[in-house]
């Protein structure tokens, strides 16, 4: 066997038990924790799903027993510490739920988890991709499945009752040997044993400061993914939730009130910065100055503001920087966000010719406020946008808007939606940044040929740009249904699924020809 080989940060070696030739491999092993995470705690996703399939208080006994625990590991056996904490987090769990948290919540956190050295070696193994995991099967397959492609997962099984409930309880909580020989075995020093009989060793030392995986290198993009808690919750992070909490409730409840009770838009604008919203806005907003040219279906008279989706709040903010309310056009919100909004709301059927004289009946009364991707999304990418909006209005502001948050998520899929902005208000200094774009006259873009497909994606694309995002052919549907879908598919699916995503392109890379 030839000496160890140091890798250039010294963490890692390789220990080659044949002559191996410089292509790709054909078979890769590899094992999760400390090797291809970064992380070797399995707490930050244990805490997920406890919280989002179960409750804050069962998300909070599990902070409370995992110092315990982990004393009690050390006195008695280690493995006690996965049991226990997995009966805490899963124990009474419908099996329905975990498995929805596993497939819309937890693959982002996974993606940001990954180790770059071990991630490129194992992707680089163009036949087979097995990894060997601690953690509960059902918890991380949907992950490996969809976004690594991996076709064996050799792990531990929760036990779930015939009515589909967990017991907490785990079936085998050892890592079964792999039947195969594998080409390269990629593993921290503590599983050495796991790969002992691959040709080739990747042994890495664990280390939560090692290189992340870039975004750009992601087998497949991670464009949707659901939950509330927008941060990792190590045991540190999720004391600092905790802490938070009184404070951030404190501050929210104000926040929200402010927008449902003040009948002034600059008003609430100055309350709200007050209570530590951060607002921003670039651009010129434009007056509601009155049509000069009758429009290609009525004469409409006001401004149509298309905007990038990013949570329910858009309108309201878009309004404050105007300095006017302007009536928002609404696809699915809840009864109760539409008796709280602080500005007039206009729910469409999806009828696309009712829908039409709809949008032109309000664009005669004045401005209108659209997001024609139909869905938010919270990943730097923008959805592809209808092109209703075009064949109606005259003259289009192109908004970019953006948000930033700490802890938590102003959206939800899984959730209440009505909670929705008291989410966003209960993180320590929300940002929201409007972007208000030229203004354009699509009756002009018409006269040069644009076709309302066109048009549609050039403002798409205009908007992408200002925001520094990418450009999708998804679809409200394609986001539920990627979300909601019911059975994780067979292996292989980063890799097999790839032609779904091959409509994902920078903005810089749209032709705006017809413009010239």
Request: hydrophobic share 45%; net charge positive.
């Amino acid at each position: 066997m030839s000496p160890a080989q140091a890798t250039a940060n010294g963490s890692a070696r390789i220990v080659a038990a044949a002559a191996m030739a410089p292509t790709r491999k054909t078979m890769g092993l590899c094992v999760l924790e400390g090797a291809l995470l970064r992380s070797s705690c399995g707490f930050p996703y244990l805490f997920l799903v406890a919280f989002e399939a179960g409750s804050i208080i069962r998300a909070f006994a599990l902070l409370l027993a995992y110092p315990f625990l982990l004393v009690a590991a050390k006195i008695f056996e280690s493995c006690l510490l996965d049991q226990a904490l997995v009966f805490i987090a899963l124990g009474g769990l419908k099996a329905s739920a975990v498995e929805s948290v596993a497939r819309a919540v937890l693959p982002k956190f996974y993606l940001e988890d990954l180790r770059w050295d071990c991630y490129s070696k194992l992707v680089n193994c163009k036949r087979r991709c097995v990894v060997a995991t601690r953690s509960p099967r059902q918890l991380i397959e949907p992950f490996l499945r969809e976004f690594l492609g991996a076709e064996q997962i050799l792990g531990p099984e929760l036990q779930i009752t015939d009515g589909g409930y967990c017991t907490g309880l785990i079936i085998a909580s050892s890592i079964p040997a792999p039947a195969v020989q594998a080409d390269i075995g990629i593993c921290c020093s503590s599983d050495r044993d796991l790969v002992r009989q691959c040709k080739e060793e990747f042994v890495v030392e664990a280390s939560a400061h090692a290189r992340p995986v870039p975004r750009k290198h992601y087998l497949k993009p991670l464009i949707f993914h659901d939950g509330r808690l927008a941060v990792r919750p190590t045991p540190a992070m999720a004391l600092t939730i905790f802490l938070w909490l009184p404070i951030g409730i404190a501050l929210a409840i104000p926040r929200s009130l402010i927008l449902v009770l003040c009948p002034n838009i600059p008003l609430i604008l100055a309350a709200e910065a007050l209570l530590g919203v951060v607002l921003r806005y670039s651009g010129t907003p434009p007056e509601n100055i009155p049509s000069s040219r009758p429009s290609r279906i009525s004469s409409a008279t006001g401004n149509l503001f298309v905007c990038s989706h990013r949570t329910l709040l858009d309108p309201v903010m878009l309004s404050g920087m105007v300095l006017r309310r302007v009536t928002a056009v609404t696809y699915s919100i809840s009864w109760v966000s539409e008796l709280l909004s602080p500005i007039r709301t206009v729910r469409l059927t999806r009828c696309r010719s009712h829908d039409a004289r709809t949008i032109s009946n309000h664009l005669r009364r004045g401005d209108l406020i659209v997001c024609p991707e139909g869905t938010t999304c919270r990943e730097p990418y923008l959805l592809r946008f209808s092109k209703l909006f075009v064949e109606i209005a005259e003259n289009v502001v192109p908004v970019a808007m953006n948000c930033e948050i700490q802890l938590f998520h102003g959206t939800s899929v899984r959730g209440w939606k009505a909670m929705d902005p008291f989410f966003f208000a209960l993180n320590p200094r929300p940002r929201y940044e409007v972007n208000f774009l030229e203004r354009l006259s699509l009756q002009e873009l018409t006269d040069r040929g644009a076709s309302s497909f066109e048009i549609a994606n050039m403002i798409q694309h205009r908007i992408a740009r200002a925001l520094g995002f990418q450009c999708t052919g998804f679809t409200r549907r394609d986001k539920y249904r990627m979300l909601a879908e019911q059975k994780v598919r067979g292996g292989g699916g980063a890799r097999k699924s790839a032609g779904k995503f091959e409509n994902l392109k920078p903005a810089e890379d749209s032709k705006e020809h017809f413009l010239l």
